[in-house]
């Protein structure tokens, strides 16, 4: 394949998101993305030792106090719905997809920032439906990449193929975020089918951040 090409696909890309059709079984998960490269100066203190919460009857996997479940969409609906007055983000990410990769430091400092007030969810997209290749196939590489990242936030892996998925959610690509309110109710979805947030898409600093940060002000949650 010519430079010119691989330039033209590179930026299309960028403009148009990470869809499914670009989804690869083989695609190889790139561990070297800089663990916790965002500043994190201003997270807050837990006034108590706080556990990650989890799924009931989920297949889990643990490693260094990092961990990671099996799950559908049904049953992360059933979770937020549990959360007890927390916001609530979910990370649609996949591990071919790059600007995916890119933000994910930023969901994990994210739950730094408000340990104790939020719950940060990743929803790894990888499965793709094949026989040979079932949900649990992938968790070895993925708990690399979790640990490298000290993602001790609530790791999901698809249990549902990510076609099926994107089309019950009416998605074309990811990323893509969800911010629930302390209701459980969603509030708003991040993607960039629309072009909302430009060529580059939606990114925590700019647009999710922010936004937690003025939910909290305006709920003016107590600490616990």
């Not at 403009?15 to 994190?40: I, M, N």
């Not at 640990?147 to 089309?167: G, R």
């Not at 990811?174 to 629309?194: C, H, M, Q, S, W």
Request: hydrophobic residues 35%.
């Amino acid at each position: 394949m010519s430079p010119q090409v691989l330039c033209i696909l590179g930026s299309l890309i960028l403009f148009f998101g990470c869809s499914q059709e670009g989804s690869t079984a083989d695609a190889p998960l790139d561990v070297d993305v800089p663990a916790q490269s965002v500043d994190t100066s201003d997270a807050e203190p837990a006034t108590k030792k706080t556990q990650t919460p989890s799924i009931p009857d989920a297949q889990t996997f643990e490693h260094e106090g990092v961990t990671a479940q099996i799950a559908n969409w049904e049953q992360l609906q059933e979770f937020i719905g549990t959360q007890n007055g927390k916001i609530v983000v979910v990370d649609l990410w996949s591990s071919w997809c790059e600007p995916c990769l890119r933000e994910f430091p930023h969901l994990v400092a994210l739950q730094k920032k408000y340990p104790e007030k939020i719950v940060c969810v990743s929803f790894n997209l990888n499965y793709d439906g094949s026989k040979d290749s079932p949900p649990e196939s992938g968790s070895e590489e993925l708990m690399e990449f979790y640990t490298k990242q000290n993602a001790k936030i609530v790791n999901l892996i698809s249990s549902t193929p990510d076609e099926d998925l994107y089309k019950k959610l009416d998605l074309a690509s990811i990323p893509a975020a969800y911010v629930y309110g302390t209701d459980g109710k969603l509030l708003k979805r991040f993607d960039n089918e629309t072009q909302a947030y430009g060529e580059e898409g939606f990114t925590y600093e700019a647009h999710i951040t922010p936004m937690i940060d003025e939910l909290l002000v305006e709920t003016k949650q107590p600490e616990k």
